[in-house]
């Protein structure tokens, strides 16, 4: 209301510029998009889960309050797995206390969005500021990881991250930074309702399935958002397995779900270039073919590392490029390296304390 934003309940109004704070914009793209939204994430994301209560009524959303962060992300598991397009905004701290159900959608290949707001995990004392604590733990979590760098990417990663953990059936995590993104406002194109459903399409429609370990459990077509909870086809899941037989359960997993990933996630970047006009990639580079020292960075940091290297350019000889982690995992280490090689240093920046390190 300060900036003079228009009312935009749905986004119906087409792509439009506007200027808003990251948890704000972020939630009212996921009130055009998901079925449920859980809420009860701890004081970080309650910027986020307050705009979602707002425009949710607006739009007739099924709002699902819990009494903690573990309760919210619970609740999210359990509409995915009835075949709803469900989210949760959770905070670094909420997210180290719910590993385990974060490792149980995962291994239920369930395809959940959840927003990761990164403040720092309390230690000594909290604070407001950003730490990327929760996120490296999310590193080990089955859960695809994406990073965005500012409020346009962390909306537009939304959308990425739900065509990608619907396609691949991998859960999704979106993490933008506290201070610098999640609370910052900043202006950004919001895309329109008709555009959304273009990319994702409708959760209730039929999709191909793309890979033979899908064709095998689906067969050649198989719902958008699979139904593994139905009382009308009721199947055991999460029984009590010998060591054995749930190893085998545990590896099979890297063969015939995560081998094809990487192939599926380049085409919703591809898909979303071609509907929007904004290219994104695992990795994005700045300065880089021209530089002989790099700096290393993800999250908000990637766009300070780019004004550091403007300005350490223009007063040297030696050229700075930025390299930007935009997807954690899984980890781009390929495109790293190549993007690394030939480079008399790098310099690493990340908002993490390693202790006893």
Request: a negative charge.
């Amino acid at each position: 209301r300060m900036f003079g934003v228009p009312n935009l309940g749905g986004m119906d109004a087409g792509d439009g510029a506007v200027v808003m704070d990251g948890a704000s914009a972020v939630a009212l793209t996921e009130t055009v998009v998901v079925d449920a939204v859980a809420l009860g994430g701890s004081q970080a994301a309650q910027v986020a889960e307050l705009a979602c209560r707002e425009e949710g009524r607006e739009v007739g959303l099924n709002i699902l309050t819990a009494e903690s962060p573990r309760g919210a992300l619970a609740a999210a598991m359990g509409q995915a797995m009835a075949g709803c397009r469900s989210s949760v905004f959770l905070s670094g701290a909420d997210v180290a206390a719910s590993q385990d159900l974060l490792r149980s959608a995962a291994g239920r290949h369930l395809p959940l969005v959840v927003h990761l707001i990164n403040r720092a995990v309390p230690t000594h004392g909290e604070t407001q500021g950003s730490g990327h604590e929760a996120l490296h733990l999310l590193a080990e979590s089955g859960c695809f990881v994406m990073i965005a760098a500012n409020v346009q990417e962390a909306v537009d990663f939304t959308l990425i991250a739900r065509k990608v953990a619907e396609t691949a059936l991998v859960p999704a995590v979106v993490a933008m930074d506290s201070e610098q993104t999640s609370m910052a406002v900043q202006d950004l194109q919001l895309s329109s309702t008709a555009m959304i459903n273009d990319y994702l399409g409708n959760a209730d429609g039929d999709m191909a399935s793309p890979t033979p370990a899908q064709q095998m459990l689906y067969g050649e077509q198989r719902r958008r958002m699979p139904r593994l909870h139905d009382p009308d086809q009721p199947m055991l899941q999460g029984a009590v397995h010998d060591s054995q037989s749930y190893a085998m359960g545990a590896m099979a997993s890297g063969p015939f779900f995560d081998t094809h990933f990487d192939e599926l996630l380049q085409e919703a970047f591809q898909e979303f270039e071609k509907l929007t006009g904004r290219y994104y990639s695992a990795l994005s580079n700045y300065r880089v073919d021209e530089s002989s020292r790099l700096l290393l960075a993800q999250g908000s940091a990637v766009e300070a590392a780019k004004v550091v290297a403007d300005r350490l350019s223009s007063k040297r000889k030696d050229r700075i490029g930025v390299v930007g982690i935009h997807c954690l995992r899984p980890f781009p280490g390929a495109g790293l390296v190549e993007q690394l090689s030939g480079k008399r240093w790098v310099a690493v920046m990340e908002r993490l304390v390693a202790p006893l390190n």
